[in-house]
């Protein structure tokens, strides 16, 4: 055991002293990093988003300036103020408010460029509702008549509590997950096979399993993996936790916090679950099959392909999650969800969209654990074997002899 500690550690030292494991830990960071100061430094100042208003009549000037669905601003009554300041940029434009002799309201917008979307609909909704108003004065109607007109038809809705931000935290949920492991296989998968192909043939190997027995130092190799992809997890968990305490406090986002709090709870609850355990399991199963892989090559120049097999696997398991995404109660998804290699897409899939107990899942997650096991024994047995034989076999030729191999 001592052994395949020492091995486990030279492995884990190796990588992660390397440049390529740093980047690929701070990337996630260093891009959420990038995309907040980018959007810091170019979203303009607070003023230019309000819109001076100036009118003659200063009672719709002053309903105007009220209303809190238009972004306004009451510091400018006069065109030229108002000029002044949107050619320094502190307001983003003004609008001029007129009544035609025919009792029509018009609004008129002078500014470097279009009204926001949100204030346009805003500020037609609003003179719709005035003009309405004025109509109904010039008309001299009844108050009963009036009462009338303003009857409006109602739309009710019986929902379920919270269906629309569940449904909402179930998509980011799993496309997280999803997108999660299949990065993290894709990454580690090929560095697995690759780092096993190096070693093939090499005279070293003789001279290591002299000293320690394949099973070892093949166990070793996949511990040493097993730890980076631990070290990984556990940077992205703190750094999270650092970022979801800063977020609320921050003037830029505690707006943005409050509104989506109770979304980002749920997801941060389906993923910190058996969810985890279940993405662990793959990446460490597909990280057996990538070793695999890798001592099946014949030429170390060959290295660079090990892990194609696996990365075409985990491209197929990944699409298939995909396609029944909207889908988890398909019976294709509930056979395959206990299957391993899909289980650990298939799973998560339909524990988010809770169609799957959890004595279920812990089934799908034994199954899963058994196979890594299985795969680690038996792959371990043919370990040494396989690194030592130089035959030009190729890949498939490797592939029958080392399920023959004893």
């Known amino acids: 055991m001592n052994k395949t500690w020492i091995v486990t550690s030279e492995t884990f030292l190796r990588q992660t002293k390397s ?5 690929l830990i701070l990337m996630p960071f260093l891009f959420m990093g990038l995309t907040f100061g980018i959007t810091y430094v170019s979203a ?8 001076a208003v100036i009118s003659s009549n200063p009672t719709l000037r002053t309903a105007l300036l009220k209303t809190n669905q238009v972004t306004t601003t009451a510091h400018y009554a006069t065109i030229k103020a108002a000029q002044t300041a949107t050619y320094k940029n502190d307001i983003s434009g003004y609008l001029v408010l007129q009544q035609t002799a025919q009792h029509q309201l018009v609004a008129t917008f002078h500014g ?28 001299h109607l009844t108050t009963q008549q009036r009462r009338a007109l303003a009857l409006q038809p109602q739309l009710k809705q019986h929902l379920q509590k919270k269906t629309a931000a569940d449904k909402t935290a179930k998509t980011i949920s799993f496309y997280l997950l999803v997108f999660f492991v299949y990065l993290i296989l894709t990454t580690y998968s090929s560095i697995t096979a690759q780092e096993i192909a190096a070693e093939k043939g090499t005279k070293i190997m003789e001279v290591i399993f002299s000293s320690t027995t394949p ?11 097993l730890l980076m992809i631990l070290t990984q997890l556990l940077v992205y968990l703190i750094g999270g936790a650092v970022i979801l305490q800063l977020v609320p406090h921050s003037p830029l ?35 057996v099959v990538s070793a695999f892989c890798g001592a099946l090559v014949t030429r170390v120049e060959d290295a660079g392909k090990a892990s194609q097999p696996v990365i075409y696997l985990n491209l197929l398991t990944f699409f298939t ?33 809770a169609t799957a107990t959890l004595p279920a899942a812990s089934l799908s997650l034994a199954l899963l654990l058994l196979t890594v096991i299985g795969s680690m024994w038996y792959i371990g047995k043919v370990y040494g074997g396989l690194m030592l034989q130089t035959d030009e076999l190729g890949f498939w030729g490797n592939l029958k002899r080392g399920l023959h191999l004893k």
């Open 253 to 287: 986002l505690a707006t943005w916090w409050t509104q989506y709090a109770p979304i980002i709870t749920q997801v941060l609850h389906n993923l910190l679950s058996i969810n985890l355990i279940f993405a662990l399991a793959a990446v460490l199963l597909y990280t």
């Open 112 to 139: 470097p460029s279009a009204l926001a979307s949100s204030n346009q609909a805003q500020l037609q909704r609003w003179l719709s509702r005035q003009q309405a108003l004025l109509n109904q004065q010039q008309a």
């Open 215 to 225: 099973r070892r130092y093949f166990n070793g190799k996949v511990y040493g993996v």
């Open 19 to 23: 440049w390529s494991f740093l980047m």
């Open 44 to 51: 303009p100042n607070r003023g230019s988003h309000e819109i």
């Open 321 to 353: 999650a995909m396609a029944f995404q909207n889908n988890p109660t398909n019976p294709f998804v509930t056979i395959f969800s206990y299957v391993p290699f899909f289980s650990s897409y298939l799973m998560p899939l339909r524990l988010i969209n």
